[in-house]
């Protein structure tokens, strides 16, 4: 079984600062890797993913992670936030193959302030 | 292209009544997915349909939770008799299926269920 463990509940951040949503994870098999957002109102977006190859991903909106195997996380972060970056973000794993079930942390609200 | 969509978006009911959650997915998606959220919590997956076969149920909590995919189009979830820890929200996504190492899941704007 995964388990993903975000360690920031809220993260309160300026425009334009730099922003790092932490996320680590269990699992005792290869996973794929995921970060969604949600922004009030809607339903969970895509961001970003690790299927495999380069550990750094590059999503869309100017978000990023690093894939770091040996120490099970994949953080996520933006170089400089805009307010319309105010949303709940959730990491993910999912085994793949056939099992494309996703478990996610408990996800992290980013408020970002003028 | 219509998104996934999910009615009603709120409901509120007592304890003990019955409650049908609908969701429609992408047009052609063979792969429906049901998850919830209950408050603050994790998004926790409840089951996972191919076409209208249910793939994998484990994370149904109990049977008073009653999933189908009639004609492998849209999906209900009944819950009867719900009671108070069923309030969350519920999401439904989708994905086409079509066998690669990864299917991306789609999700609607979810079904916010609270049982007084």
């Known amino acids: 079984a995964q388990s993903v463990t975000q360690l920031d509940s809220q993260v309160p951040v300026f425009e334009e600062a730099p922003v790092e949503l932490r996320c680590n994870y269990s699992s005792s098999v290869s996973v794929y890797l995921f970060w969604y957002v949600q922004y009030p109102n809607q339903g969970l977006q895509l961001l970003l993913k690790?299927?495999?190859?380069?550990?750094l991903v590059k999503g869309i909106n100017g978000f990023e992670a690093e894939f770091n195997k040996s120490q099970t996380s994949f953080h996520l972060r933006k170089p400089s936030v805009h307010i319309s970056d105010t949303a709940e973000y959730f990491c993910?794993?999912?085994?793949?193959?056939?099992?494309?079930?996703?478990?996610f942390g408990a996800g992290t609200t980013v408020t970002v302030r003028a | 292209e219509a998104g996934v969509t999910q009615f009603p978006s709120h409901s509120v009911i007592e304890k003990g009544q019955t409650v049908t959650l609908r969701c429609d997915p992408i047009s052609g998606h063979d792969n429906l997915y049901w998850y919830r959220r209950v408050m603050g919590k994790e998004i926790k997956f409840l089951l996972h349909f191919v076409k209208e076969s249910k793939q994998d149920e484990s994370g149904m909590p109990n049977n008073r939770f009653l999933a189908e995919r009639t004609g492998g189009t849209y999906s209900t979830l009944k819950v009867q008799p719900a009671e108070l820890e069923d309030s969350g929200v519920y999401f439904c996504a989708s994905s086409q299926g079509l066998g690669l190492v990864w299917d991306e899941q789609f999700f609607g704007p979810g079904t916010r269920l609270t049982v007084l």
């Open positions: 993910a794993v999912s085994r793949g193959g056939n099992d494309y079930k996703l478990s």
């Open positions: 690790y299927l495999s190859g380069s550990t």
